[in-house]
């Protein structure tokens, strides 16, 4: 989704989120605004169908998220890293022939940058959707730049907004930290179930979460080591505590290739053609690592790559059927695929790499293996944080590590 508070610059680092909520991060730091239908030219588009079921009801979580959406800075950050927002309309720009004269819809539209490139591409319609009070925003947007003919803005969410036709092609930059973080993937899997034609073009179409060990030496001394020696004061008894703040949940930093200890394993791949949201709500995969040197072994990094590829074929389109007895979905010319990666060793992006600390480090030896399982689970409490369980093991010894992306 565009939209995002600011992440820490390359070099620095959070314990916050893709997307983090303003104000320290506290979900209920203003109160919720009522959604409003019909403002300041924005159109909720209803229809004569039959809803098959009712959608789930909008909580507080959700409110507190799409109001944290609000405020412009957000989408300002989104838009500036140049790697996501360039993919992004060069992927449109390549799937000219699968946008021009067709019927697209955006989810998450933000400011409605995407749904902008959609029409300039030659889309018939662009119905650009958000739950946010920045669609009142994306509304003005779309009129200064003479496109009202063409985007039309829903404010609401994809569950409740109506469309009463087939759109052709579903885009959305729905990719929080962990990829998986903030369960926005739900939404574009609503989107495609409700409205995609047979053969309809998903943009982003592939995902993949990597995980690897990694070696960070800096970063411990900078945030545990510092206290041995303070102004000559031996300030050691405050470590523990140090470890804990810094280390007990997730942290959002810029690492480089230098700190991997080894290849990557692949934790999960989404198609987002056929993916589930079922399929969403716990990841677990088993890992075993060698890793390539010797070095300190400070805990796990993860990252993922997104891939825009074409549309499946007219019968092998997604549906409630397909999602079930089809897998894993045939990629459509996968070596030409363009690609946007958050790997370590590639350009930074707003995203940058999730990093799991031990409060110890592990002195690994080169060949050593680590092996282990992760399971990353929605959370009961807010289904868009994220619940990791980090089980692993080398050199003989066994540890367990469980944190909240959050």
């Not at 507080?60 to 992004?88: L, N, P």
């Not at 973080?181 to 179409?205: F, K, N, Q, T």
């Not at 991997?260 to 995969?285: A, F, G, M, N, R």
């Not at 549309?311 to 897998?327: H, L, R, V």
Request: glycine share 6%; aromatic share 10%; proline share 5%.
């Amino acid at each position: 989704m565009e939209g995002m508070s600011r992440s820490p610059p390359a070099g620095s680092y959070s314990n916050g989120h893709h997307h983090k909520l303003l104000g320290g991060g506290t979900a209920q730091r203003d109160h919720f605004r009522s959604r409003r239908s019909r403002q300041s030219g924005v159109t909720r588009v209803s229809s004569g169908q039959q809803e098959t079921e009712a959608p789930p009801p909008c909580t507080d979580f959700d409110k507190a998220y799409f109001q944290s959406y609000s405020h412009v800075g957000i989408h300002e950050e989104m838009i500036k890293d140049r790697v996501r927002t360039e993919t992004y309309k060069t992927a449109i720009l390549q799937h000219q022939s699968y946008i021009q004269g067709k019927v697209v819809v955006d989810v998450g539209c933000g400011t409605g940058i995407l749904s902008i490139f959609c029409a300039q591409a030659g889309a018939k319609r662009v119905y650009a959707v958000d739950a946010s009070e920045i669609a009142l925003q994306a509304n003005e947007v779309v009129k200064a730049n003479n496109l009202s003919d063409t985007v039309i803005v829903l404010h609401g969410r994809v569950e409740d907004v109506q469309i009463d036709e087939e759109v052709d092609v579903i885009v959305s930059e729905w990719m929080g930290y962990m990829l998986l973080y903030e369960s926005m993937l739900g939404s574009v899997i609503v989107a495609r179930d409700r409205w995609l034609r047979p053969g309809g073009l998903i943009l982003p179409s592939n995902a993949v979460l990597y995980m690897a060990p990694v070696t960070h030496p800096d970063r411990y001394a900078e945030s545990i080591d510092f206290w041995r020696n303070v102004y000559g004061i031996d300030m050691s008894p405050i470590m523990p505590l140090a470890k804990q703040c810094a280390f007990e949940e997730p942290s959002v930093e810029t690492i480089s290739g230098e700190n991997v200890l080894t290849w990557p394993h692949v934790v999960k791949h989404v198609d987002c053609y056929t993916i589930t949201l079922q399929e969403l709500e716990s990841v677990t995969t088993n890992f075993k690592f060698q890793s390539m040197m010797r070095a300190p072994f400070h805990g796990f990094a993860f990252w993922f790559d997104v891939e825009f590829c074409g549309p499946a074929a007219e019968n092998d389109a997604p549906s409630s059927e397909s999602t079930k007895s089809n897998p894993r979905r045939k990629r459509a010319n996968p070596s030409e695929a363009l690609v946007l990666s958050t790997a370590p060793e590639d350009p930074p992006t707003h995203w940058q790499q999730t990093m799991i600390y031990f409060y110890d480090p592990i002195e690994v030896e080169q060949d050593q293996v680590i092996d282990g399982k992760v399971t990353l689970t929605q959370s009961k409490e807010n289904a868009r944080f994220m619940n990791i369980h980090l089980e692993y093991a080398s050199g003989g010894r066994s540890f367990v590590k469980e944190c909240v992306l959050r």
